[in-house]
T-cell receptor
């Protein structure tokens, strides 16, 4: 079983839709959960970072972590064409451990 | 702060040639990483460093070498380039809470 599983999509939605992006993981020792956004031909950039279970909101974006299910989600409300990108989840145990990345989900928001 | 910078942006190599991908960060981060990204395959860790003079292999180190003589620089060396090394290469460094990584803009490499 891979450490992190992420549906690669692609996902295409109309402008204004609510988008749900998800990852599952296998190691219960993971404690830090991140979402990166990567525009075409650019490097990934950190979008949100959470520690422990629960929700974290930042504008139109909400990151959700359910440690009991080993499931993390990113919700985008009122999606915009500028949200069109690949979204990668990343998790780590922290300390000196490396990040483990999902394969990324390509999202297109159509005007 | 420039963050993480990478050079060159794009390069075409012939099979068997060698080259060095440059990476520099100005955030005084101890941890630095090299990844390759192939279409639909996510990021694969090639090498990483926890500080000057200390490097270690990642998931896909074969065909690559690294060195870390300073905190700022972490060059990646390709010896005897092969078509399988055609990819986009990203350098990253770690700092801040939760070990979040900051990425450079990438180097696109084509081996023909």
């Amino acid at each position: 079983q891979k450490e992190v599983e992420q549906d690669p999509g692609p996902l295409s939605v109309p402008e204004g839709a609510i988008v749900s992006l998800n990852c599952t993981y296998s190691n219960s020792a993971f404690q830090y959960f991140m979402w990166y956004r990567q525009y075409s031909r650019k490097g990934p950039e950190l979008l949100m970072y959470t520690y422990s279970s629960g929700n974290k909101e930042d504008g139109r974006f909400t990151a959700q972590v359910d440690k009991s299910s080993k499931y993390i989600s990113l919700f985008i409300r009122d999606s915009q064409p500028s949200d069109s990108a690949t979204y990668l989840c990343a998790i780590t145990q922290g300390g000196s451990e490396k990040l483990v990345f999902g394969k990324g989900t390509k999202l297109t928001v159509n005007p | 702060n420039a963050g993480v910078t990478q050079t060159p942006k794009f390069r075409i190599l012939k099979i068997g040639q060698s080259m060095t991908l440059q990476c520099t960060q100005d955030m005084n981060h101890n941890y630095m990483y090299w990844y390759r990204q192939d279409p639909g395959m996510g990021l694969k860790l090639i090498y990483y460093s926890v500080g000057a003079g200390i490097t270690d292999k990642g998931e896909v180190p074969n065909g690559y070498n690294v060195s870390r003589s300073t905190t700022e620089d972490f060059p990646l060396r390709l010896e005897l380039a092969a078509p399988s090394q055609t990819s986009v290469y990203f350098c990253a460094s770690t700092g801040g809470a939760g070990w979040t990584q900051y990425f450079g803009p990438g180097t696109r490499l084509l081996v023909l």
